[in-house]
């Protein structure tokens, strides 16, 4: 009797229900994350496949969770679009129109920089997803004067929230070459 108690153990120890501090990954293509466990609640953000979890409680069918590289944003999602193991994707969000636009006038900013001062301020723009541009910072840009750094970042902010348009959590990231977050912006 107790080697099939034993054995039935060993069995459900690979069916454990999950819990507060599990890691769980986006399953679906774009998923709403929510103020609260109900559809009719607003979104916080749209996450993409691939994004990376830490679960927090579970009401229902509902998960509360916080989303990795979001600025410790956190909301419900419905457990059937979510699971512990990773399906693939990727944490940065696939071609996106208002990226694009984004991008474009990035560019067009940067160029005109270059012209008037000969400096580069930025190698890289990146769309993280969910809301979340990084940018890679030239050494030139990251010792200039604070004010004057800013004052570009609150820019290209502007820049973002013009193209991206929905009213929902934005971000944008300066990174150094090396990866290190020197400065960001949210609303």
Do not use: C
Not at 3 to 27: E, F, K, N, S, T
């Amino acid at each position: 009797m107790k080697i099939i108690a034993i054995i039935i153990g060993i069995l459900m120890a690979g069916h454990v229900l999950a819990a507060p501090g599990d890691i769980l990954y986006v399953h679906g293509d774009v998923v709403n994350m929510r103020e609260g466990p109900s559809t009719s609640s607003g979104i916080v953000l749209r996450l993409h496949k691939g994004h990376k979890l830490m679960e927090f409680q579970r009401k229902g069918k509902w998960v509360e969770v916080g989303a990795d590289r979001t600025g410790g944003k956190s909301g419900w999602i419905h457990s059937t679009l979510i699971g512990s193991q990773f399906l693939g994707g990727s944490t940065k969000a696939p071609a996106d129109p208002k990226f694009k636009k984004f991008k474009g006038a990035f560019n067009e900013l940067n160029a005109r920089i270059k012209r008037k001062t000969g400096i580069t301020f930025f190698t890289e723009a990146e769309n993280m997803g969910d809301g979340i541009v990084q940018l890679t910072a030239t050494d030139t840009w990251l010792s200039a004067p604070q004010p004057d750094r800013e004052s570009n970042l609150r820019t290209i902010f502007q820049l973002w929230d013009a193209a991206e348009g929905s009213g929902l959590p934005i971000a944008v990231y300066v990174v150094d070459k090396y990866g290190n977050q020197q400065m960001s912006m949210k609303r």
